[in-house]
């Protein structure tokens, strides 16, 4: 299964809402996808989980939806250690795939 | 707490070996599927593979397939990614994952160099 994020690139300022897409080219069953925040020099690290589940001390800031082909990863309002890459994950079928992440850098 | 810690950076030729090792503590190794994945400076991530320690079942990513073999000890909770033949394009920070269906623990990163 081949995950297409978008944009690329999202130039925001602290404060302001991030909207991440994330599109699958099949079905992602049981809606087994993860979204991950990395950072430079630091392990990724699990935000959702199972589309719309926060990871255990995961701010409520952070939210995902969706189902089938199309999620979403929505950042309510930037906090300043939010700027980061972030990576959707499908574990519903291996291999396990990675999208190509999206940049949230500062605007 | 659950802790996966690897071993430190290695620097490599062309054609050397190589096994890094994740030792994890703070639950059952024995409970989960644990694997590897894969930075590559500038890219996004991959998984390399993950195995299931009681009875050493391991699925590969593809383009890892036969190029890498993943092992773990469940006598002291380790697992291992080992290469027989480094190529350059191997060079990637390597973590190592515990799985719950989704990835929940992330081990801090091996970074692995191969350059002649």
């Known amino acids: 299964i081949v995950l297409t994020q978008s944009p690329g690139t999202l130039s925001l300022s602290p404060g302001e809402r991030a909207t991440l897409s994330c599109r699958a080219s099949?079905?992602?069953?049981?809606?087994?996808l993860a979204w991950y925040q990395h950072k430079a020099g630091q392990a990724p690290k699990l935000l959702i989980y199972?589309?719309?589940s926060r990871a255990t001390g995961i701010p409520d800031r952070f939210s995902g939806s969706g189902s089938g082909t199309d999620f979403t990863l929505t950042i309510k309002r930037l906090e300043p250690e939010d700027f980061a890459v972030y990576y959707c994950?499908?574990?519903?079928?291996?291999?396990?795939?990675f999208g190509q992440g999206t940049t949230v850098e500062v605007k | 707490e659950v802790q996966l810690v690897q071993s430190g950076a290695e620097t490599k030729k062309p054609g050397e070996s190589l096994k890094i090792s994740c030792k994890g503590s703070?639950?059952?190794?024995?409970?989960?599927?644990i694997g590897w994945v894969r930075h590559m400076p500038g890219k996004g991530l991959e998984l390399v593979g993950v195995?299931?320690?009681?009875?050493?079942?391991?699925r590969y990513g593809p383009s890892f397939q036969g190029r890498v073999t993943i092992s773990a000890d469940k006598s002291i909770s380790t697992a291992y990614l080992h290469w027989s033949s480094l190529k350059v394009s191997d060079t990637g920070m390597y973590y190592c994952?515990?799985?719950?269906?989704?990835?929940?623990?992330w081990g801090q990163g091996t970074l692995v160099t191969v350059s002649s």
């Open positions: 199972d589309a719309s």
């Open positions: 703070g639950y059952s190794f024995s409970t989960n599927w």
């Open positions: 994952v515990r799985q719950a269906t989704y990835f929940d623990y």
């Open positions: 195995i299931y320690p009681p009875d050493s079942d391991t």
């Open positions: 994950q499908q574990y519903g079928r291996m291999p396990y795939t």
């Open positions: 099949q079905t992602v069953s049981v809606r087994y």
